[in-house]
């Protein structure tokens, strides 16, 4: 027999509300009120219990509430609703009280919106209620209704143990448009969660696309090397795994010298402020200069020469070195000296109007020099003598086919193929114009390093082994994501010196691409760029250090890429078990969170600072909370929500086993079946010593 609903509302009542603020209700609960289990709300329930959810209800709907803590008062004997007073003697007895804090309003959905009639959960309360209004347990359709809130729920991550195994769906769009972090110590599951929301949001997308890959983009940099097994048979993923020493189906990892920019360049060779990196840009320009490498000719080599000549005594006149204090007089004179003895040889290739504009310069440089040859001679120029040069160079410079634009400097970071060899003699001819060539003999042992480092090459290759679109077809994908969905750049093997401008120059050149994506075609293209183990690339830094290190110019990639990403399509998800050594302006950046067991103090301090005090009664769940369970809270979830992530096959699960201790000790695993470990140090040492073996193409 059904109830009406006075008597189903009468049914549910567990209490009065005795306090009310803002922030805080407390619940005086009835005697009759449940006491382990609720029987009386559709299905079993445990009642009461912490974070669980109740009603009260105010204006047009029902105030929702999340319980923070239960205690017990000892109190005079309750009188029960209905029951006269006879004069008995009250006597002692416990009296249960619970905390609230509101998070929202549960409204019935208007029969208009064409959906079958239910709840709609909103957050934020419009109206407290009064003291001595009825508590009430939800419904399963309310306590569905709550979870189960918010708009365009495309993907199923998850079920929420405190709702009856409610299903937590969220919005890819939410998601991963806000960026997101999934933080937790080892072992709690947080390389599961980040490989699951990749594939449950491509397997979605894949059932309602039905035909053809789902257009998505997925760039997962891991540097332990976990993910190659989680996606290396993912039918709806159709990944590419990019490797030092790459296996048969994988591909090699190539990050050329060429892209790497002038920020880049400083911080790995940590080239110093005065003298080392203004030559060390100068070289970048110079060498970036063209986006092809020329036909080597005698025009050529003297247009390069003439070019050379002209950018110099522009940066001179504009230092005022040639009428400066002793010696930049005197050094200036020994550069016009060099450049005459080097015009001079190359005269007689050259006929007609180049032989005459490069025989007028040749006279001006040795009516310059000829004054001050003499013993005891005054070095100074003055301005009308060195404007009066830089014409006679420009205009031999245009003889030989040279536009003013040729001198304009070229752009430093422009990606324009280059060799390693080739840079080393760009810094040498700048430091040797520049008259600094004894201070930049250490910037070119540390470029030599790299240069002749076995286990660079494979990665750096050459100039031509590699090309920008094929990197970014490669790497960031195809149309419409015909060779795959998702990309895993394994970064296990990369030496520990260049990771971090490895990984630094991968995410750079993913977010300036797509940044020229939206330049040219007026949309975003969506992608979504994953960080694992951010901690050790996205650690904060000292901003007031002179010179910047390789880890502190990653950090800037990403604090960047946190800041403007979302503006160019590109997500962020971080991977974390150390939120508290994280730069805080990445983390608050992120407007979602997937927190996993944190046990650490200061990282639960953290936590504890990203949500607002009336809901962080829920956070307190996570020292102990067990693997597989994480709390959602965020953009991407209309209130903070306790989940149950999905199952994911051993297959499909990232490679973060803890090791099998017990079972190498006694030779079998728990199934019986045997297990070995052979040492075998001799390949290892082979292969240690000899280092990788790279294998051509990007």
Known sequence: MSQAPFEQAGSLLIGTVDFVSPDEIKVALDIEAPGSVALNAGAPRPFPRVNGYLLISVDEGLLVGQVEWLTVERSAFPKRR??????LVDLPFPSRRLRLNPLGTLRVRPEKTGKERG???????????????AVMLPTELQLRSIVE????????????????????????????GRHLAVLGNTGSGKSCSVAGLIRWGLEEAHAIRQQGQPNARF??????????????????????????????????????????????????????????????????????????????DSNHEMRSFLRTIVTTIRIEQNSGSPWGAFPKPKSFFEKLEKWKTGLESDLPSFGGDQHTK???LVGKIEALCVPRRVQYAHHDFTRPEIQELLAAASEAHSAFGGTEADVIPADVDAPRPFEGTSLLRCIEAVAEMLNVSEHVETLLVRIRALLTDTRMKPIMG???????????????????????????????????????????????????????????????????????????????????????????????????????????????????????ELSPTVLSQCNTFLLHRISNDRDQELVQRLV?????????????????????????????????????????QPRSD?????????????????????????????????????????
């Not at 209905?82 to 004069?87: E, I, K, V, W, Y």
């Not at 809130?149 to 199923?156: D, L």
């Open 149 to 176: 809130s918010g708009e365009r729920r495309r993907v199923k991550i998850g079920t929420s143990p405190l709702a009856g195994d409610a299903e937590v769906r969220v919005d890819p769009n939410r998601l991963f």
């Open 462 to 580: 050459g100039s031509t082994a590699t090309t920008l679109q094929g990197w970014l077809e490669n790497y960031v994908g195809t149309d419409n994501a015909e060779n795959g969905c998702v990309s895993v750049i394994d970064l296990s093997l990369v030496p520990t010196e260049v990771v971090h401008i490895v990984t630094a120059v991968i995410a750079r050149m993913i977010f300036e691409a797509l940044q020229r994506y939206v330049k040219l075609n007026g949309v975003a293209l969506p992608t979504v760029l994953v960080m694992e183990e951010a901690h050790t690339f996205i650690k904060r830094y000292k901003e007031d250090i002179e010179n910047q290190d390789a880890a502190s110019v990653c950090c800037q990639v990403f604090e960047r890429i946190a800041r403007e990403g979302r503006k160019f399509g590109l997500g962020l998800v971080l991977s974390s078990q150390r939120p508290s």
């Open 658 to 698: 803890d090791p099998e201790f017990w079972g190498v000790w006694v030779g079998k695993d728990e199934d019986s079946q045997p297990i070995s470990r052979n040492t075998d140090w001799e390949r290892i040492a082979q292969d240690w010593q000899t280092g990788p073996t790279g294998s051509e193409g990007a």
């Open 82 to 87: 209905g029951m006269q007073d006879f004069g």
């Open 358 to 360: 490069l025989q007028a």
């Open 119 to 133: 709840y709609v959960f909103t957050r934020g309360a419009d109206a407290l209620p009064s003291i001595g209004a």
């Open 219 to 296: 760039i997962v940099l891991d540097p332990n090397g976990e993910y190659s097994r989680a996606f290396a048979a993912a039918d709806s993923a159709k990944a590419r795994i990019f490797k030092v020493n790459p296996a048969e189906g994988e591909r090699a990892l190539k990050v050329p010298l060429w892209f790497w920019n002038s920020a880049e360049w400083c911080s790995f060779t940590q080239a110093s402020a005065k003298t080392q990196r203004p030559t060390l840009m100068h070289a970048l320009r110079f060498i970036r200069d063209s986006d092809i490498e020329p036909t080597a």
């Open 612 to 652: 607002p005090d009336n809901l962080r009664g829920l956070l307190r769940e996570l020292p102990s909370l067990p693997s597989q369970s994480a709390i959602l809270l965020g953009w991407a979830s209309e209130l903070p929500v306790l989940v149950k992530m999905n199952d994911l096959p051993k297959s499909q």
